[in-house]
């Protein structure tokens, strides 16, 4: 089950920078933003890919 934070990424309130999930596992874990250190951040999700199944 690791569909919940695949794909997901957080984006600064401050900057607007994009920081993604995985950098943050790397950086311990904790809400930041790995541009500024602002620590409010929202979560965006990346657009929705539609896919067309013939099945
Ligand atoms: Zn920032």
Known sequence: ?????????????????????EELKLRGGGIKCTFCGYRILRKVRPPVIKRVSAE
């Open 1 to 21: 089950m690791s569909e919940a934070s695949e794909g997901l990424s957080y984006e600064c309130v401050r900057c607007s920078a994009k920081v993604a999930t």
